[in-house]
């Protein structure tokens, strides 16, 4: 099997450099680019099985690059950036980012975060031999082609709303407590911020929800973590 091939995205030579070493020293192929506008381009040609994308970008920014790969692309991205306000992390989520990075950061806390990311890439099509639909009053799941419907509507979702609608609705009423839903989805244990999952269930909530205030599907339950509502009726 090929090496995965990451693609580091960022305008500082020394930042792109130390994170090629240790990218390296993994077994990883590096590609890079110092410039939002070459992304798209690159991705046609390279294929990266994950990109490193810096939020603050001459050309164009880091969000409207992963914007533009979000409507083509399921590729993971985790974001890295000098901005560390809960509102700019929340917006890097928001767009279709996988994880989100502070500058300064451990190289090995990084190489982590990649290991697992792409683990969980590799396994985000683990529901596809399960040929089935999760049918609830007003919303269905198909395990087999990634498909979610309200009311009949077919609805986009990223891979890990869908990893985590699925994981929370094939056993409804299991209450599932944030870090084990944290670990669990993005394979990380005790090196993320669980404020990721926390931006992915109000996003998924603002997609299935008909009120996301009031959930009807997913539940929080008080102390503890998450739920799917197994309780449903027409």
Same mark, same amino acid.
């Given at each position: 099997?090929?090496?995965?091939?990451?693609?580091?995205?960022?305008?500082?030579? /020394?930042?792109?450099?130390?994170?090629?070493?240790?990218?390296?020293?993994? %077994?990883?192929?590096?590609?890079?680019?110092?410039?939002?506008?070459?992304?798209?381009? *690159?991705?046609?040609?390279?294929?990266?099985?994950?990109?490193?994308?810096?939020?603050?970008?001459? %050309?164009?920014?880091?969000?409207?690059?992963?914007?533009?790969?979000?409507?083509?692309?399921?590729?993971?991205?985790? *974001?890295?950036?000098?901005?560390?306000?809960?509102?700019?992390?929340?917006?890097?989520?928001?767009?279709?980012?996988?994880?989100?990075?502070?500058?300064? *950061?451990?190289?090995?806390?990084?190489?982590?975060?990649? &290991?697992?990311?792409?683990?969980?890439?590799?396994?985000?099509? &683990?529901?596809?031999?399960?040929?089935?639909?999760?049918?609830?009053?007003?919303?269905?799941?198909?395990?087999?082609?990634? #498909?979610?419907?309200?009311?009949?509507?077919?609805?986009?979702?990223?891979?890990?709303?869908?990893?985590?609608?699925?994981?929370?609705?094939?056993?409804?009423?299991?209450?599932? &407590?944030?870090?084990?839903?944290?670990?669990?989805?993005? %394979?990380?244990?005790?090196?993320?911020? #669980?404020?990721?999952?926390?931006?992915?269930? /109000?996003?998924?909530?603002?997609?299935?929800?008909?009120?996301?205030?009031?959930?009807?599907?997913?539940?929080?339950?008080?102390?503890?973590?998450? &739920?799917?509502? %197994? /309780?449903?009726?027409?």
């Amino acid at each position: 099997m090929p090496p995965s091939k990451i693609m580091i995205v960022d305008d500082e030579a /020394s930042i792109v450099e130390l994170v090629s070493l240790y990218m390296k020293r993994e %077994g990883f192929e590096v590609v890079s680019t110092n410039d939002g506008r070459n992304v798209m381009p *690159f991705i046609h040609k390279e294929k990266p099985d994950l990109i490193i994308l810096d939020v603050l970008l001459p %050309g164009l920014g880091g969000l409207d690059v992963c914007r533009a790969i979000r409507k083509t692309a399921d590729i993971p991205i985790i *974001f890295i950036s000098c901005k560390r306000d809960d509102s700019d992390i929340i917006e890097g989520l928001a767009i279709g980012g996988d994880d989100y990075v502070t500058k300064p *950061f451990s190289p090995n806390q990084l190489v982590a975060r990649v &290991k697992a990311q792409l683990r969980r890439s590799r396994f985000q099509l &683990k529901y596809a031999d399960e040929a089935h639909t999760l049918v609830f009053p007003g919303l269905e799941i198909g395990l087999s082609d990634h #498909t979610v419907r309200v009311d009949g509507a077919l609805v986009p979702l990223s891979v890990k709303e869908f990893e985590l609608l699925s994981l929370l609705a094939k056993t409804p009423n299991r209450v599932y &407590k944030i870090d084990h839903l944290y670990e669990t989805i993005w %394979g990380l244990d005790g090196l993320g911020d #669980t404020r990721t999952l926390l931006v992915h269930i /109000s996003n998924l909530r603002k997609k299935i929800e008909a009120n996301p205030a009031e959930p009807r599907f997913i539940v929080t339950v008080r102390g503890l973590g998450y &739920k799917f509502n %197994g /309780s449903l009726s027409d």
